[in-house]
Structures are given as structure tokens and as C-alpha cells.
């Protein structure tokens, strides 16, 4: 087997778990308004924690996302090349980090994303329910330590100026 096979199998591999949290997400409407009620979040946010998965993508537009995320514990650290998130945090509370730089960065799942072990020479800071983050493309970013926290997870792609 080449080289260029096992990486595009390992690549696959390694997808699966973050391609079954988005997939069956509904698409965004381009001629109408969408809601999505508290109760089907918080729903969402049960289900992820009793089955620990981090990610449900509530709704794809393409260049944009809405995901509820429930983390114990810490998650990678990463570094988006043309996504900006904003964060609104719903339950629990943990310490996030934003830049600095990546430590041990590693190429993520697309251009200009990485991911690392963590991140050194970052701002640390308590956030809890009721806050909101934004996170503009190329900052390096992580929650690194909680019991548990629950927030929502807008992701916007960076569009080119004209």
C-alpha cells in the first residue's frame, strides 16, 4: 500500500467520528427564518453527554454552522484558518485559552486549520453560563479544563473582501 493511501484511509478513519456528529444536519434556508427551540438544544446537549460526543450540528449553511457542544474534561486545541466562532456559553464553566501558539501544531482537516496538544503564551480565563467568546480566524484556541460545560458553537467562513 502507498503512502498517499494510508494517509488518505487514516484521514478517513480519524473524519468518521467528527463526520457522524454533522451529518444528517438540516440545511439552512436561503428563503426563510429558522428557530430552533430551547428545548430541542437542550435535548441536543443531553444526548451529546450521555453518549460523549463533543459536536451536533444543529444547522449547515455551508460557510456558516450551528452546533451545540458539551465537553468534560479539555479538548484539542485548534486554529482555524478562515472560520471565525463565536461561543454562547449555556451551562457549566471552564477555562479557555486563546492565543499564543499551538504547541506540538499538526495540519487540521482543511487549509490553514491546526490543531495541537495545547497552547502556550495563550490568555487563560474563566468562562461560565451566560458568556460569550468570539474567536476570530488564526487565534489559536482550546477550553482546557472542565467538569463540564455546554455552549453553543456559531461558526462563521471568513468571506473575501471585494
Known amino acids: 500500500m502507498k503512502l498517499k493511501d494510508c494517509i488518505l484511509i487514516a484521514t478517513l478513519v ?13 440545511a439552512a434556508p436561503s428563503d426563510r427564518a429558522v428557530d430552533i427551540p430551547l428545548a430541542e438544544l437542550e435535548l441536543a446537549a443531553r444526548q451529546l453527554a450521555e453518549a460523549g460526543i463533543a459536536t451536533r450540528r444543529m444547522l449547515e449553511g455551508g460557510i456558516f454552522s450551528i452546533n451545540v457542544r458539551h465537553i468534560e474534561g479539555a479538548e484539542t486545541a485548534l486554529q482555524h484558518g478562515r472560520i471565525s466562532e463565536v ?7 471552564g477555562i479557555v485559552v486563546t492565543g499564543g501558539e499551538l504547541i506540538d501544531q499538526v495540519p487540521g482537516s482543511g ?6 496538544s495545547g497552547i502556550r503564551g495563550g490568555e487563560e480565563r474563566l468562562i461560565r453560563a451566560g458568556d460569550l467568546v ?5 487565534v489559536p484556541h482550546g477550553i482546557r479544563e472542565t467538569e463540564s460545560i455546554t455552549y453553543l458553537n456559531i461558526r ?7
Do not use: C, K, T, Y
Request: hydrophobic share 40%; aromatic share 10%; proline share 13%.
Open 111 to 116: 487549509p490553514g486549520e491546526f490543531r495541537g
Open 134 to 138: 468570539f474567536v476570530p480566524p488564526g
Open 156 to 162: 462563521f467562513e471568513l468571506r473575501d473582501l471585494e
Open 87 to 93: 461561543w454562547v456559553v449555556r451551562e457549566g464553566s
Open 14 to 26: 480519524l473524519a468518521h467520528p467528527v463526520m457522524a456528529q454533522i451529518e444528517g444536519a438540516p
